[in-house]
T-cell receptor, first 111, second 112 residues
Framework: DAGITQSPRHKVTETGTPVTLRCHQT?????MYWYRQDPGHGLRLIHY???????DKGEVSDGYSVSRSKTEDFLLTLESATSSQTSVYFC??????????FGPGTRLTVT | QKEVEQDPGPLSVPEGAIVSLNCTYS??????FMWYRQYSRKGPELLMY????GNKEDGRFTAQVDKSSKYISLFIRDSQPSDSATYLC????????????FGQGTRLTINP
């Protein structure tokens, strides 16, 4: 398995609270991604990074921000969580090939 | 209309059957086509990828791309219970920072 870990793996939080999810890689890959997966929608890209401090928006970026201060870490922040952000969040990494490797996912419930 | 359409199933077949999974797409700029397999409560894993049109075979799996029809397929021969998973197609336009567009996935069950 590619060296990707996500933390926490499960989280329950209340509406309006800030939440930060962490993705950590040991592969030294350039690209990192955050997706959310919901029934009926498949995987949708939230934000991605193409290098340290270089990030860009994906398809469903509203309500989310990201940061990448080190090659190995990519953080996803929900500034004020809403119930519509209840989802499973996956981090992925890739080098210069087409192979994206996914982490184990974080199940987030916003009550 | 979604850029990539995939029948969510569920699809249930007996062990040993040939399985056909399909996606259609609307964006003719897509050039790179991938199939991911996702077991329950796990992250997706890349199964196969192809560039442009044609076939690619890997063991019991064959991926086909027909760009003229905007249609891609994944065939699984001699299906096994361990193939039971959700299969997602994904597509991209250019190499580099991939902004993959995924289908919603087809849930497949192989019955012993």
């Amino acid at each position: 398995d590619a060296g990707i870990t996500q933390s926490p793996r499960h989280k329950v939080t209340e509406t309006g609270t800030p939440v930060t999810l962490r993705c950590h890689q040991t592969e030294n890959h350039r690209y990192m991604y955050w997706y959310r997966q919901d029934p009926g929608h498949g995987l949708r890209l939230i934000h991605y990074s193409y290098g340290v401090k270089d990030t860009d928006k994906g398809e469903v970026s509203d309500g989310y921000s990201v940061s990448r201060s080190k090659t190995e870490d990519f953080l996803l922040t929900l500034e004020s969580a809403t119930s519509s952000q209840t989802s499973v969040y996956f981090c992925a990494i890739s080098g210069d090939s087409y192979e994206q490797y996914f982490g184990p996912g974080t199940r987030l419930t916003v009550t | 209309q979604k850029e990539v359409e995939q029948d969510p199933g569920p699809l249930s077949v007996p062990e040993g059957a040939i399985v056909s999974l399909n996606c259609t797409y609307s964006n003719s700029a897509f050039q790179y086509f991938m199939w991911y397999r996702q077991y329950s409560r796990k992250g997706p894993e890349l199964l196969m990828y192809t560039y442009s049109s044609g076939n690619k075979e890997d063991g019991r799996f064959t991926a086909q791309v027909d760009k003229s029809s905007k249609y891609i397929s994944l065939f699984i021969r001699d299906s096994q219970p361990s193939d039971s998973a959700t299969y997602l197609c994904a597509m991209d336009r250019i190499q580099g920072a991939q902004k993959l567009v995924f289908g919603q996935g087809t849930r497949l069950t192989i019955n012993p």
